[in-house]
């Protein structure tokens, strides 16, 4: 954050002659006072959506909510978390609608039966000849087409590293967005980050992802890929800023993080304590099950040496695969500081 501000540069907007601070990669800018949102040369850019955003009271909600699902034996976890920050980040994005064909040739190999003969000996000495099937290896060519027609969506900036944030973009529907209105989120004072990425890089960017997604296809039912070659139609590109939240919260003395998705207010993913009694219970369940695998092992060996009882045999094997997943299940989750889960 230092050398940002180190590096920081003023942009005054040519909506409202505001002074917006802004660093060295931006590219198109989001005034922070009226919202105009224009190229660093101070041009318009044309098509412009977002997603609405909910309140700080509506995210933590969904947060508490969140905890209480996922608080297992740690009934204190809702009313002891403490939220040190909660904090609305509008992410640019740009998509684009992207028709593409490719044609490719390849091989793929086959085993191939072949009739051979060969010379046996009967039970009597006597020789003669069979014929049997046998199988090579033959090569079959391959010339096949690929077309798709896809919405891409790109994060419009170059080092935008926030918990969570990859879990969010995935979660993304274009059917919730509007046309861009700053006037209906500025009274929830949100981060506007501005993109570092411009909308001729992000075209060349998307046909860049997807021609390999279709020579990864391609290859994927061939032994080997001689050629593919791929043509797309970038389409419809329009910016578009999306509200995430980050919310850290304190429990007995350490923070943790939770992302939100900003427009509904419902956690994308989070981070959840293991508190010292379920260390301790943790422990317990993992020195049970190493207890339990040496018994299960135990009652094995004694069903190997009563050959009759096969229900030891069964009941031993059992009783080990218990025990020694529980023995796996307890040690590794006492070596963890917090568990992650999905929202």
Not at 68 to 96: C, F, Q
Request: net charge neutral; proline share 3%; hydrophobic share 35%.
């Amino acid at each position: 954050m230092g050398s940002e501000a180190q590096t920081a540069t003023t942009f005054k907007c040519p909506v409202c002659n505001g002074n917006v601070r802004t660093g060295p990669d931006d590219v198109v800018i989001t005034c922070t006072y009226c919202g105009g949102t224009t190229t660093i040369e101070g041009k318009a850019i044309g098509d412009h959506l977002m997603e609405d955003a909910v309140d700080a009271e509506e995210r933590e909600e969904g947060f508490r909510k969140f905890l209480d699902k996922n608080k297992g034996m740690n009934k204190s976890l809702v009313t002891a978390s403490h939220i040190a920050e909660n904090r609305l980040i509008y992410v640019p994005i740009w998509t684009s609608k992207v028709k593409a064909d490719s044609w490719y040739k390849g091989y793929k190999t086959i085993q191939v039966p072949v009739q051979k003969t060969r010379t046996v000996r009967d039970s009597e000495g006597k020789s003669r000849t069979e014929t049997y099937t046998d199988y090579e290896t033959g090569y079959v060519p391959v010339q096949d087409e690929i077309h798709t027609d896809t919405d891409e969506r790109l994060l419009a900036r170059k080092g935008a590293k926030f918990y969570g944030l990859e879990e969010y973009l995935e979660k993304i529907s274009l059917k919730n967005t509007e046309p861009y209105n700053f006037e209906k989120i500025k009274d929830l004072e949100p981060i506007m980050l501005n993109a570092e990425i411009g909308m001729e890089e992000s075209e060349k960017a998307v046909h860049s992802r997807v021609a390999d997604r279709h020579r990864a296809q391609a290859k994927g039912g061939l032994t080997e890929l001689f050629d593919c070659r791929t043509t797309t139609n970038v389409r419809g590109t329009t910016y578009l800023q999306v509200p995430f939240a980050l919310i850290r919260y304190k429990f007995q003395g350490d923070l943790y993080k939770c992302a939100i998705d900003g427009h509904t207010g419902k956690v994308v993913f989070g981070e959840i304590p293991i508190t010292r009694g379920q260390r301790i219970m943790y422990t317990l369940m993992g020195l049970i099950g190493t207890l339990f695998a040496g018994i299960g092992a135990e009652i094995f060996s004694w069903g190997l040496e009563a050959e009759t009882f096969e229900m030891l045999h069964f009941g031993g094997i059992a009783a080990a695969i218990i025990g020694i997943a529980m023995a796996l299940f307890g040690f590794k989750t006492l070596l963890m500081t917090q568990r992650e889960k999905k929202g």
